[in-house]
């Protein structure tokens, strides 16, 4: 089983539209939780961090969850800015190393 | 805004070569790291440095890689003798917190081994 597993799309959605996307993690230890974002061919860019309570940053909001070992990222209102790759990404307890998701690709159409 | 720089941005080598990557991480941050990710796959982390040591290392970082902080400023990693499986964008990372600390990334570095 993958460590950190992400629906590669594509999400291919209008302006203006709601898009979730899910991860899973198999490693119940996990600590940290991430959202990075990737453009093409450019380096992975921190969203937000992902907290037990859900947290909210402007369109974007994120939850986690713990028992089912499952995180989420909802776009409101999408722009095509908002087009690009979006990486689950987690920690270990006590560790450093990130550990990626493949990313979830979304193309926000006119 | 503070960023991670990394020179440099392509480097081609002939296989067999040794190949050194450069990164200046944010001034104010101990803590460094280097991932890769080849083409159309995931980023994988490679290596963590802190306090002039290795701290955390996967399987993928073996005796052909080596780290190092030559001055006060400047993070590498050195590939001994390049193969063409080396072929992938090479990331370097920093933060200011160990296990909690938000990690930044650099532009990364485009290796081609031909």
């Known amino acids: 089983r993958k460590e950190v597993e992400q629906d590669p799309g594509p999400f291919n959605v209008p302006e203006g539209a709601t898009v979730a996307f899910n991860c899973t993690y198999s490693?119940?230890?996990?600590?940290?939780f991430f959202w990075y974002r990737q453009d093409c061919r450019k380096e992975p860019k921190l969203l937000m961090s992902?907290?037990?309570s859900g947290n909210e940053d402007g369109r974007f909001t994120a939850q986690l969850n713990r028992a089912s070992q499952y995180i989420s990222l909802l776009i409101r209102d999408s722009k095509l800015s908002d087009s690009a790759t979006y990486l689950c990404?987690?920690?270990?307890?006590?560790?450093?190393?990130?550990?990626f998701g493949s990313g979830t690709r979304l193309q926000v159409q006119p | 805004e503070p960023e991670v720089t990394q020179t440099p941005s392509h480097q081609v080598t002939q296989m067999g070569q040794e190949v050194i990557l450069r990164c200046v991480p944010i001034s104010n941050h101990l803590y460094f790291y280097w991932y890769r990710q080849i083409l159309g796959q995931k980023v994988e982390f490679l290596v963590s440095f802190y306090n002039n040591e290795i701290s955390e290392k996967s399987e993928i970082f073996d005796d052909q890689f080596s780290v190092e902080r030559p001055d006060g400023s400047n993070f590498t990693l050195k590939i001994r003798s390049t193969k063409l499986e080396d072929s992938a964008m090479y990331f370097c990372?920093?933060?200011?917190?160990?296990?909690?600390?938000?990690?930044?990334f650099g532009a990364g570095t485009r290796l081609s081994v031909l």
């Open positions: 992902v907290y037990s």
């Open positions: 490693n119940s230890a996990s600590q940290s």
């Open positions: 990372a920093s933060s200011d917190q160990g296990s909690m600390g938000i990690q930044y």
């Open positions: 990404v987690v920690k270990g307890a006590g560790r450093r190393a990130l550990t």
